[in-house]
């Protein structure tokens, strides 16, 4: 079946510098992935939708400056949290959806970032 | 703006028997999916249903149900015969039917299974 393969599923940086998470849809092409983020014990929120080929959208309250999307292929997107500050410790989740009517979503594994 | 609303943060359930979980949602649209997502301690995502809502048909997937009453905008999940490996966080999760739009998801029931 489909499978979303994020990387690194851990990460650990020092605050001020920047981390990328690469999202790779790795047996089909994804025009469109979306980005979540998750604190502990709480829900996934939304932050952005990204498009190939285009700029990503965001949701309301986050920093598009802080969070840089880039979906330069059809099967890779990536997030770069710039800059990054204790308080964006979170776990980091993909997700990309088939092409076709009605296909499923399917999620990467995930990406747990400390910022020290 | 579509919300889902899991109004029961916790859940538990004997071993062998069954736990119904509740989901309703706002929606103005017609056509849309409604999902149950299982996240367990190892934080990956899992589909567990999913339920088309010009079905009128309730999904089912092995133990899994859902009572699905779209006048009601409701849409819970029977699991059956509880076993040890259903413990886990459980996301109800919506999305439109058209055009390519994320998931929406509550903000989760965390149900604990007891030997």
């Known amino acids: 079946g489909a499978v979303v393969s994020q990387h690194p599923s851990r990460v650990i940086c020092k605050s001020g510098t920047s981390v990328k998470i690469e999202c790779r849809s790795l047996?089909?092409?994804?025009?469109?992935m979306f980005w979540y983020r998750q604190f502990p014990k709480q829900s996934l929120m939304l932050m952005a939708t990204s498009n190939e080929g285009s700029k990503a959208t965001y949701e309301q309250g986050v920093e598009k400056d802080k969070f840089l999307i880039n979906h330069a292929s059809l099967t890779l997107s990536t997030l770069t949290v710039t800059s990054a500050h204790p308080e964006d410790s979170s776990f980091y989740i993909c997700?990309?959806?088939?092409?076709?009517?009605?296909?499923?979503?399917?999620f990467g594994n995930g990406t747990r970032l400390t910022v020290t | 703006a579509q919300t889902v609303t899991q109004s029961q943060p916790e859940m538990s359930v004997q071993e062998a028997e069954t736990v119904t979980l509740s989901c309703t949602y706002d929606?103005?649209?017609?056509?849309?999916?409604l999902f149950w997502y299982k996240q367990p301690p190892s934080r990956q995502m899992i589909l567990v249903i999913r339920?088309?809502?010009?079905?009128?048909q309730n999904a089912t997937e092995n133990r899994f149900s859902v009572n699905f009453q779209k006048a009601a905008k409701s849409f819970s999940l029977k699991i059956s015969d509880s076993q040890l490996g259903d413990a886990a966080m459980y996301f109800c999760a919506y999305r439109i039917l058209s055009g390519n739009t994320p998931l929406v998801f509550g903000k989760g029931t965390r149900l604990s299974v007891i030997a």
């Open positions: 929606t103005s649209e017609s056509d849309y999916y």
């Open positions: 997700s990309a959806r088939e092409q076709g009517w009605g296909s499923p979503l399917h």
């Open positions: 047996d089909f092409q994804a025009t469109t």
């Open positions: 339920q088309e809502a010009y079905k009128q």
